[in-house]
């Protein structure tokens, strides 16, 4: 079993900067594709970022240039950094474990574990 815990989300003013933070119990960090969905009301939660065991990282065309996901697995710990934000990154933000990928796709079915999730709202 895996326990997810976020941090780091707030209010900020569009083009500043968050760092959302995610940490994991669990001694199978390390072997897991982590990463980051978020969710807007009446929407399906959506891919953000993910960072493989081997050092591959994908991220959602929308956030690239943007946004960097990064891992340390000594502290079982994943980031995301955003930077550059806009008004449509508002949205509750989702720490993924045990993300698996279907085709080109990461769905929201295809993950294992979910953390509470964290509000990040961007200002105009």
């Known amino acids: 079993q895996v326990q997810l815990v976020e941090s780091g989300g707030g209010l900020v003013q569009a083009g500043g900067s968050l760092r959302l933070s995610c940490a994991a119990s669990?001694?199978?960090?390390?072997?897991?594709?982590m990463g980051w969905f978020r969710q807007t009301p009446g929407k399906e939660r959506e891919f953000v970022a993910c960072s493989w065991t081997g050092g591959i990282i994908d991220y959602a065309d929308s956030v690239k240039g943007r946004f960097t996901i990064s891992r340390d697995n000594a502290k079982n710990t994943v980031y995301l950094q955003m930077n550059s934000l806009k008004a449509e990154d508002t949205a509750v933000y989702y720490c993924a474990g045990g993300i698996r990928r279907s085709g080109n796709y990461y769905r929201e079915q295809d993950v294992d574990y979910w953390g509470q999730g964290t509000q990040v709202t961007v200002s105009t």
């Open positions: 669990g001694r199978t960090f390390s072997s897991r594709v």
